[in-house]
């Protein structure tokens, strides 16, 4: 691990930070350390990056905002790549070209700045465009499949694909690329509606009060933990079972939300998955409903990503 480090930083692959705190990369605020993180520059340092550790076996996750992660409070004795100069983006008539860098809520003021309708929904969501695509995030009723015509992305060989949007096998909170792990999304093609700048305006400012309102935005969370099962809302199963304000050391579930969790104060990421457990457990007893998580739990000891996936589905 040591020896790739060292080459990393030889290669001048880009900004090289070594033994970090996780919490400082995601939302949460929690998370143990990592054995380094690399911002590479470009696509070409990106690929020799990725080439380099699948030589090594090492592992390496990419983040974009952190927004939608659990991290455990182990080391995670891997690379984190941080996507944070694939930020350019190119607006042509309806058509969007957009690094995977890039804050989708800035993505989503250019759009209304454009006159161009479809990104609405993004407009609270503190995410990365690559974090957005990988998750299909959304909210009321519409998400990244929408609007999505195509990503590039750089496999697990270091080569570049272009998938379309049905290549990405998009389904509510899931895609293409939550079954392949090793695939680094680096910009997606997205295409929108033109529209009434005011309208979107507007809507958007209507709906920030709206979360504002509803949700816990004054602490670290990463917004909602449970999927919402067929037909439910997995916010008013949790506050139904009584479990608005259920804390674990520095962790709570929100009074405003069910469905979030709270960092009330260096909380650790162990409080967090106790909770998560509880409430699992508790809507399988009293309802017998399955809750799965929607954010991604990395690191956890015999829990690969993959296998938290299965043992869920
Ligand atoms: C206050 C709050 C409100 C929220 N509201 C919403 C909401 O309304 N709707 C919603 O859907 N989500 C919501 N979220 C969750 C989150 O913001 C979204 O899921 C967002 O899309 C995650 O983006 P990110 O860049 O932070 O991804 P991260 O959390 O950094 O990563 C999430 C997953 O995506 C992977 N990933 C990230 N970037 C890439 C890439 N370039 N290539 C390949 N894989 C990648 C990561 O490896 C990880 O597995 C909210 C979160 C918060 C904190």
Same mark, same amino acid.
């Given at each position: ?8 930083? @030889? ?13 400082? =990369?995601?939302? =949460?605020?929690? !998370?143990?350390?990592?054995?380094? %993180?690399?911002?590479? &520059? ?7 990056? +990725? ?19 659990? *991290? ?8 984190? +790549?941080?996507?944070?100069? *694939? ?5 042509? /008539? ?10 989708? %809520? ?15 929904? @993004?407009? !609270? ?8 695509? *990988?998750?299909?995030?959304?909210? =009321? ?5 929408? %609007? ?21 096998? *998009? ?6 690329? $939550? ?39 004054? =602490? ?10 067929? !037909? ?12 608005? !304000? ?11 939300? @069910? ?9 650790? @990421? ?5 909770? %998560?457990?509880?409430?699992? $457990? ?6 017998? +409903? &399955? ?18 996936? /299965?043992?869920?589905?």
């Amino acid at each position: 691990m040591q020896d790739a480090i060292k080459e990393m930083i @030889a290669l001048h692959l880009g900004k090289v930070l070594i033994n970090e705190k996780i919490s400082n =990369y995601t939302t =949460y605020r929690v !998370g143990g350390k990592v054995r380094a %993180i690399c911002f590479p &520059k470009g696509e070409e340092e990106l690929i020799t990056l +990725i080439k380099l550790l699948k030589e090594r076996q090492i592992k390496y996750i990419v983040l974009g905002n952190g927004s939608n992660v659990l *991290f455990s409070d182990l080391m995670y004795d891997g690379v984190i +790549i941080k996507l944070d100069n *694939f930020n350019k983006i190119n607006i042509q /008539d309806n058509i969007i070209e957009v690094g995977a860098g890039y804050p989708l %809520i800035k993505l989503s003021r250019d759009a209304m700045r454009n006159s161009l309708v479809g990104l609405e929904f @993004a407009s !609270g969501i503190p995410g990365t465009v690559g974090g957005a695509v *990988f998750m299909n995030a959304g909210a =009321y009723g519409e998400d990244m499949s929408k %609007i999505v015509l195509s990503v590039r992305v750089v496999t697990g060989d270091g080569e570049i694909i272009e998938l379309s949007n049905k290549d990405m096998e *998009f389904s509510y909170r899931t895609t293409y690329l $939550q079954s392949h792990l090793d695939y680094v999304c680096i910009s997606a093609k997205l295409k929108l509606e033109y529209g009434n700048k005011e309208e979107i305006e507007e809507i958007m400012n209507s709906r920030k009060k709206t979360r504002i309102a509803t949700q816990p935005l004054n =602490y670290p969370s990463a917004g909602s933990v449970f999927r919402n099962p067929e !037909g439910m809302y997995a916010g008013k199963i949790i506050e139904e079972m009584g479990m608005k !304000g259920f804390t674990v050391g520095k962790a709570m579930v929100s009074e405003k939300h @069910a469905n979030f969790i709270i960092n009330t104060g260096n909380a650790k @990421a162990s409080d967090i998955k106790r909770i %998560i457990d509880t409430i699992k $457990q508790k809507a399988l007893n009293k309802y017998n +409903i &399955k809750l799965r998580v929607e954010q991604r739990l990395i690191n956890w000891v015999g829990v690969s990503e993959k296998e938290e996936e /299965d043992k869920e589905n």
